[in-house]
RNA sequence: CGGGGCGUAGCGCAGUCUGGUUAGCGCACAGCGUUCGGGACGCUGGGGUCAUGGGUUCGAAUCCCAUCGCCCCGACCA
């Protein structure tokens, strides 16, 4: 990489070694550091911020598909969570406990929540009663503990903030329904705020949530060729309302038990966003996501402080009037440069500037983060540039990692080409399978890729094909990547 | 949880092998001055229980034991 677009020093290029590239720019550009506590971390402001912009853009399609909030407690009695046992099984190498309450040793242990199913499932147990009960849609926004042996900042720590939807249905179909309808919530969400684009679909057997009927996920590809699960959305059947006894008269005067959703993102989408665009001099954000959309950088010469500053507060002033996310950074002890540079390794979308030139000829100079394209444009004009500007980096974002995804989107079923695929480029590769779990763990073991997706639309010729891995008839088109 | 690596100022490191002045360097930080359209410069200054606990020794950042944390590669997960 040449010195004109290697403008940050400081951050391990992203080509020489991805991870470390990941983990010094997230602290470098303040998203979050570690906390005295193995595995956890303190998002800070600026990494907040993404956050609540996340929380906002998707708290209002949640409501608008008439889910509405709620909050459950953090502790669940051992015994609840003891009732689904397959559920129990899948988490318990993970859950973290509380024993002793001030000076008392507890009677029972209580799991501090990994998910909230089993809590949820006791309380929809005393409400639900009739059909007219139903459909019950909640969510919540909370935080989740998981005592995992690997962490890293925002893809896996031991504390990390989600959402979770706990919706109670009258029949299966509605309960699919519902689960398909969130997922597809989640790829719109994903692809038009964050700028990700994704691959929806359902879940393996061996892949799927512990107690689950069906799990479907959408998977981004992140820039070093490895898949990361963005959402996922759970069509929990009636297991839980079974222990749980959730049950309720239908329209018949029948006693039934309630088809049931569970479905979630968390901060983990942060990482990705962070993965899926950032370069060698940094982050870019998403607009729609960005802390700040804007940073305005006056030139600072001669009498700036007089001729500059006022207009840059103006502009700041106006440009907020206006909805966007501005910070006029009139530090007097760093150099425009230096700015430049640091706002770009903090990925804001686009800088303002502004210098004595530009005042006496009533103009800024707008560079977006993306192309770092210059664009002079006259003070009248500048608050619809900017509007335009914002919302072409937004297309631009996801077109580019669209094509990214595309270029590494593999088509084989040859099992030497998947694996050299694999070894060499990773990526996703579409390929087919027979549907058996014990070819699935032999290419796994084999390979390290795994199956991320089975796509909801088949191809009709699929009795054509062939098992990727043994030569069966194949049952599905699958997509294999190597996962975060 | 297995295998490997690393913990010395906020960050990056040297010093450890071969124990011995007051533990050093670059960046960052503070003060003053000159600068400022792509990471400016000069002068002055502050900052360290050498990860933690124990041991060996006249003497430990340095040797020994244990613990904790972080990173990388594998098995598990949002």
Redesign the pocket.
């Known amino acids: 990489m040449n010195k004109e677009e290697r403008?940050?020093?400081?951050?391990t290029p992203k080509s020489e070694d991805f991870?470390?590239w990941?983990?010094e720019l997230i602290r470098r550009a303040e998203l979050a550091d570690?906390a005295p506590?193995?595995?956890?971390m303190v998002i800070r402001p600026y990494g907040y911020a993404i956050w609540e912009n996340i929380q906002r853009l998707l708290d209002r399609r949640i409501k608008a598909t008439g889910h509405q909030n709620a909050y459950f407690p953090l502790f669940i009695p051992e015994s609840f969570l003891q009732k689904e046992t397959e559920h129990l099984k899948?988490f318990s190498?993970?859950v973290a406990w509380v024993t002793q309450g001030g000076q008392e040793e507890l009677e029972e242990r209580l799991a501090v929540r990994p998910t909230s199913e089993a809590i949820i499932g006791y309380m929809y147990a005393k409400w639900i009663k009739s059909w007219r009960d139903l459909p019950v849609l909640i969510n919540q926004w909370a935080n989740?503990v998981?005592w995992?042996?690997?962490?890293?900042?925002?893809?896996?720590?031991?504390e990390?903030l989600?959402q979770e939807g706990h919706t109670a249905h009258e029949t299966r179909e509605e309960a699919e329904e519902e689960t398909r309808m969130i997922l597809e919530m989640y790829r719109e969400f994903v692809e038009t705020e964050l700028a990700v684009p994704v691959i929806a679909g359902r879940k393996t057997e061996r892949?799927k949530?512990?107690g689950a009927l069906e799990?479907y996920?959408i998977e981004g590809l992140m820039a070093d060729g490895r898949a990361l699960?963005?959402?996922?959305s759970h069509h929990l059947g009636q297991h839980f309302s079974r222990v749980f006894n959730i049950r309720f008269e239908d329209r018949q005067q029948q006693l039934q038990y309630v088809w049931q959703t569970s479905w979630?993102?968390?901060?983990?989408l942060i990482g990705a966003v962070v993965m899926c665009h950032g370069d060698d001099?940094?982050l870019k954000f998403p607009p729609q996501i960005a802390p700040l959309q804007v940073i305005i950088v006056p030139?600072?010469?001669?009498n700036?402080q007089e001729t500059v500053l006022p207009l840059a507060k103006e502009l700041r002033m106006k440009l907020q009037e206006q909805g966007f996310r501005v910070h006029l950074d009139a530090r007097?002890?760093?150099?425009?440069?230096?700015?430049?540079?640091?706002w770009?390794?903090r990925g804001v979308p686009l800088?303002l500037?502004?210098?004595?030139?530009?005042?006496k000829q009533r103009q800024?100079?707008l560079?977006r983060r993306d192309t770092?394209e210059?664009i002079t444009v006259s003070l009248e004009e500048s608050r619809a540039r900017v509007s335009e500007i914002l919302d072409d980096i937004q297309k631009n974002l996801f077109h580019l990692a669209l094509r990214f995804q595309q270029e590494n989107t593999y088509e084989t079923n040859d099992y030497r080409e998947f694996q050299e695929i694999i070894e060499q480029k990773r990526g996703f590769i579409k390929s087919y399978w027979c549907g058996r779990t014990s070819c699935e763990e032999k290419i796994?073991?084999e390979t390290?890729a795994t199956i991320r997706v089975i796509p909801l639309e088949q191809p009709e010729d699929i009795k054509n094909h062939r098992c990727l891995h043994c030569g069966q008839p194949a049952k599905w088109l699958v997509y294999f990547a190597k996962?975060?």
């Open positions: 403008l940050v020093k400081q951050i991870s470390r990941y983990i570690y506590l193995k595995g956890m899948g190498p993970e989740i998981r995992e042996k690997v962490t890293r900042p925002f893809l896996r720590t031991t990390f989600w892949e949530f512990a799990t996920s699960q963005m959402g996922t979630g993102v968390s901060t983990r001099s940094g030139i600072s010469l001669g700036w007097e002890e760093y150099t425009p440069g230096w700015k430049f540079s640091e770009e390794m800088r500037e502004i210098g004595p030139r530009d005042v800024i100079v560079v770092r210059k796994k073991e390290q996962a975060y």
